[in-house]
């Protein structure tokens, strides 16, 4: 029961539930705390702990991620079993810390040991930073903006700081059970709980009551087609939607919603379905409609999501995810975001770079693997850039050069930071999220990027295929945005902010401070099992 307590109060204080129900992640875990303690003192082995913690976690994953499994059955269940297994990492070191090194220090590295895979789960091939615990405000940014100076992991340790003072002044740390009436009486112990949930919010309050927003405006249209990825977007599905239609309903939408003052316009990831070869796409037809359409509209440029292809001359000039055919020797596919800053202006090319394990990055040696294998069709992953690229709009048109984030990239905060490190004065995000149907999932990552908001102190423009196309000012405020599973189209007079955050100059600190401490600690952990018996601290 306290391991489904703690998974529900985890899911619930959640997006997207009522931004107020975020405060329940001040004290989710403390009923996880609780059955560790119980279970240990009654004797319990580290098999029957990690089972239990186990049960804990893989609940907190399935109710909060369950709508992976839209998109894929397998990926679904991959994630929610697999991502509670990695979870329990951090947790059971804490638990053979605790036995180790005692409970003081083990309730200390608990949150240094989450918040140290949380780093990890962002940067590995196997990245799944979804349920990223500072994440859980995304709803409730007005409790967070303070991002600015420490990012999303400062969210992880404010819940892990609360609950473990909460736990603490209900049960006690204290080693064995007759210790809890060592405990201080009455209000006093409540002190340090409080604080720890009110100065934040205090901190928070005073911090968005004294922002204003900074920079000249330009006018931003975003676009949502509305094609249905199952059923209509690509050849071969049963109600397939020819591209040249697709292309001229993009078009179509975009008409009917600009101005003469719309700077720049949005199209979603993989707009321009077909595979596009970078070296001879201004050949391709549909690339001169869309030169044909810009030539119309003087002053106006475009990003659109599509899929290219880049071509190496030889083996060793290809990279490790390059792929091979006889007709065009070695070659990368990428997930990208194409940029026509006028209509003769040459084509600048990003390629995703955080790409989607299982579906667009597969570990080298599995690549290997499932290469000698015929599956019928291309294996491998897709290809990505060392460099976070700044679409720079021709400087006599405005002051706006954006940031372009493909879907899935908008989760990583010291990701994102680096676009504005390089100049970014707004963020687009094109996406496609309707491969998770009418479900959390599009709704968490429309939340999602309202915390990116903050930590640059950037407006937001985001254009979605299917999902929720919006503006997001530099408070994290969500000042327009459409419906779902709509053709439509949304106009805003984005604000152009030039200045840097802490978080922005210096980077992610709490994720690699908290791997040195950890492993610090595990290497006492280590030499204590070697120098002495292991204490009975309980």
């Known amino acids: 029961m306290l391991a489904l307590l703690s998974a529900a109060l985890l899911w619930a204080g959640w997006p997207v539930h009522p931004a107020g129900l975020a405060l329940l992640l001040l004290v989710a875990f403390v009923p996880y705390l609780r059955m560790e303690q119980l279970l240990v003192r009654s004797g319990a082995s580290g098999w029957k702990v990690f089972r239990y913690t186990y049960l804990t976690l893989v609940l907190w994953n399935a109710f909060t991620t369950w709508w992976v499994s839209y998109s894929t059955l397998g990926g679904g269940i991959a994630a929610v079993v697999l991502n509670a297994l990695l979870m329990c990492l951090p947790t059971m070191a804490f638990y053979h810390t605790k036995k180790r090194l005692g409970a003081l220090v083990g309730y200390v590295s608990l949150p240094i040991y989450w918040i140290a895979f949380e780093q990890l789960h962002l940067h590995w091939d196997l990245t799944w930073p979804w349920l990223t615990l500072g994440n859980g405000f995304a709803k409730a940014n007005g409790l967070v903006q303070w991002y600015e100076y420490t990012g999303f992991l400062g969210g992880s340790v404010w819940i892990w700081l609360t609950n473990i003072l ?70 071969g599905t049963s109600n397939f ?26 199209w979603p990831e993989t707009a321009l379905e077909e595979s596009y070869w970078e070296n001879l796409i201004d050949g391709n037809l549909k690339i001169q409609n869309v030169r044909s359409f810009l030539a119309r509209h003087p002053g106006l440029s475009l990003v659109t999501g599509i899929t290219s292809l880049k071509t190496y001359p030889n083996k060793e000039a290809a990279s490790e995810t390059a792929r091979y055919r006889d007709d ?14 006028t209509s003769t202006g040459k ?24 290469a000698s294998i015929d599956l019928g069709g291309t294996v491998g992953s897709y290809g990505s850039q060392e460099e976070r ?25 010291d990701f994102v930071a680096k676009y504005v490190q390089n100049g970014a004065t707004l963020l687009g995000i094109i996406t496609n999220d ?11 990552h429309l939340q999602y990027a309202t915390l990116r908001a903050i930590e640059t102190r950037r407006d937001i423009a985001r254009s979605a295929n299917t999902g929720i196309s919006a503006f997001i000012n530099q408070k994290g405020e969500i000042m327009t945005q459409t419906g779902w599973w709509l053709q439509t189209a ?49």
Not at 329 to 336: K, L, M, P, R
Not at 495 to 507: A, C, D, I, W
């Open 166 to 235: 909460v736990f603490s002044a209900l049960f006690g740390v204290a080693t064995k059970p007759r210790k809890l009436r060592q405990r201080r009486p009455g209000p006093i112990r409540w002190l340090a709980p409080g604080l720890a949930i009110a100065l934040p919010i205090l901190a928070s309050y005073l911090i968005g009551k004294a922002y204003q927003e900074k920079g000249p405006k330009a006018e931003v249209l975003v676009i949502q087609p509305n094609v249905d990825p199952y059923q209509e977007k690509f050849e």
């Open 241 to 266: 939607v020819p591209y040249e239609e697709q292309l001229n309903r993009l078009i179509r939408l975009t008409e009917q919603q600009l101005t003469p003052q719309t700077k720049l316009v949005l």
């Open 328 to 341: 065009a020797g070695y070659y990368d596919v990428f997930n990208t975001a194409a940029f026509f800053p």
């Open 347 to 370: 084509i600048e090319f990003y390629h995703k770079s955080r790409l989607v394990p299982g579906v667009e990055k597969i570990p080298p040696a599995l690549t290997r693997f499932i």
């Open 389 to 413: 690229s700044v679409f720079r709009l021709p400087a006599t048109s405005s002051p706006l050069s954006l940031g372009p984030l493909i879907c899935y990239e908008s989760v990583y905060g």
């Open 434 to 444: 309707g491969w998770w149907s009418d479900s959390p999932g599009h709704l968490q």
């Open 490 to 538: 949304r106009r805003y007079p984005v604000q152009l902010n030039s200045e840097l955050t802490f978080y922005v100059r210096h980077g992610e600190l709490i994720g690699p401070a908290t791997q040195v401490l950890a492993v610090l600690l595990l290497v006492l952990v280590i030499v204590a099992g070697f120098v002495t018996r292991p204490k009975s601290t309980y």
